[in-house]
C-alpha cells in the first residue's frame, strides 16, 4: 500500500486505505461502488459522516457487512470539552461540488449540509456586499441550535473608509448581522495591507464600537504586529486575528476572553494543504491558550481542492484529542 498513500497526509491516507479495502470487498461481493472519481470520493470518506457517505456509494442491495464498516475513518468537529470552533471561510464555493459537497445536492443546502459536520462557519460575502435581512434569517435557520457565524465586517469600513468618518455604517451593519440573533459570533474587522499603525485611529475606532459584540481585527501590515498594539486591543477586549500565510504570520497571542485564528495556507495563498505535522503543532499552541481565553474560533480559508474542509476535520480532532487528555 505504500505506493497508494505515499505523500498524503493521515487522513486522506486513512481514505485510500478504505477505498482500496472496499474494492476488494466489491470484487469478492459482486457489489459496485458509485461511480465517483478517487478526486469526488477521498474528501467526503475523510469526514464526519464517512460511514452514512461510504454506505451510499454502494447499490442498496450490495450487504455492506461490519468488517467494511469497521474501516471507515471516525471524524468529527465540534461539542469538544473546550470550546473550540473549528470551521471554514465560506461554504459557498462551487468547486467544492463534488469534492464535499454530492453532485446532485442543490445549492441552498449545501449548508445544511455542511452543518452536519461544523459547528461555525466564519462569513466571507458580507466583506464585499451587505446580505439582506432574509439571507441572514435563512442562513439562521438553515442551521443546527448551536451553529455560530463569525461575520467579515464590509470593506468599506475598513478599505474605503478605512476606519475614519464612518457615520452610521458600522451601526448599519451590526443591525443587519444581528439577524443571525444567537448565532451571530465574532465580528472581523481585516485591515487592508496598505494600512500603517496608526495607534490613534485605532484607539478612536474601538472606543466607538458597541462592546456588546465579539469584535476582532485582523492587520495585514506588519507595523502593526507588537506588544504595544496588542495593549490597545486588551483594554477595549477586542480580539486580535491571529493568521498563518505564507511570508507572514502573526504570533499566537489572545487580547480578549476569546482567541481567534485564520489559516490562508503555509506554502500557496489559499491552495496549499497544511500537513498534518503543521496542525499537530498549532493545535498544541492552541490548547495552550486554554487558560486565558472562553473560547477559539478557527477557520480555514484555503478553499482549493477543498483543503479546508480536511485541514479544519484534522486540526479539530487534533483538540478534542488533547482536550481528552487534560
Keep these: 500500500m505504500s505506493q497508494f498513500t505515499g505523500g498524503l497526509c493521515r487522513t486522506c491516507r486513512i481514505s485510500k486505505v478504505l477505498i482500496w479495502r472496499l474494492r476488494q470487498w466489491d470484487t469478492t461481493s459482486q ?34 457487512d461490519d468488517n467494511i464498516v469497521m474501516w471507515l475513518p471516525k471524524m468529527r468537529v465540534g461539542n469538544m470539552s473546550a470550546k ?18 454530492p453532485q446532485e445536492l442543490a445549492r441552498p443546502k449545501w449548508l445544511s449540509f455542511y452543518a452536519q459536520q461544523f459547528d461555525t462557519v466564519e462569513l466571507n460575502n458580507s466583506f464585499y456586499h451587505l446580505p439582506s435581512e432574509k439571507a441572514f434569517t435563512r442562513w439562521r435557520e438553515s442551521t443546527p441550535e448551536n451553529f455560530i457565524f ?3 465586517v464590509s470593506r468599506f469600513i475598513t478599505h474605503i473608509k478605512r476606519l475614519r468618518n464612518l457615520g452610521t455604517a458600522v451601526e448599519d451593519f451590526l443591525s443587519r448581522a444581528g439577524f443571525l440573533k444567537e448565532k451571530l459570533g465574532p465580528l472581523l474587522y481585516q485591515l487592508p495591507p496598505s494600512m500603517k499603525r496608526n495607534d490613534e485611529l485605532l484607539h ?3 472606543s466607538s464600537l458597541p462592546p456588546k459584540y465579539q469584535h476582532v481585527i485582523e492587520f495585514r501590515h506588519e507595523s502593526w504586529i507588537g506588544e504595544a498594539v496588542y495593549d490597545i486591543l486588551r483594554r477595549h477586549n477586542v480580539g486580535l486575528c491571529v493568521f498563518d500565510m505564507p511570508g507572514f504570520s502573526c504570533p499566537l497571542v489572545a487580547t480578549s476572553d476569546f482567541a481567534y485564528v485564520r489559516f490562508h495556507g503555509s506554502e500557496g495563498l489559499y491552495s496549499s494543504c497544511y500537513s498534518d505535522e503543521e496542525l499537530s503543532q498549532w493545535a498544541q499552541k492552541i490548547a495552550r491558550l486554554d487558560q486565558s481565553v472562553r473560547a477559539s474560533y478557527i477557520y480555514f480559508n484555503n478553499d482549493a481542492e477543498a483543503f479546508a474542509v480536511q485541514n479544519a476535520t484534522t486540526l479539530g480532532n487534533f483538540l478534542q484529542s488533547l482536550g481528552s487528555k487534560s
Excluded at 472519481?37 to 442491495?61: C, Q, T, V, W
Excluded at 473549528?86 to 464535499?100: A, D, I, N, Q, T
Design 31 to 64: 457489489a459496485s461502488l458509485h461511480p465517483w472519481s478517487y478526486k469526488e470520493l477521498l474528501p467526503r470518506l475523510s469526514l464526519r459522516g464517512a460511514k452514512r457517505e461510504a454506505i451510499s456509494f454502494l447499490r442498496p442491495d450490495s450487504g455492506l
Design 84 to 101: 473550540y470552533y473549528v470551521g471554514c471561510s465560506g461554504w459557498h464555493y462551487e468547486h467544492w461540488r463534488g469534492l464535499y459537497y
Design 150 to 152: 463569525a461575520v467579515k
Design 204 to 206: 478612536n475606532f474601538l
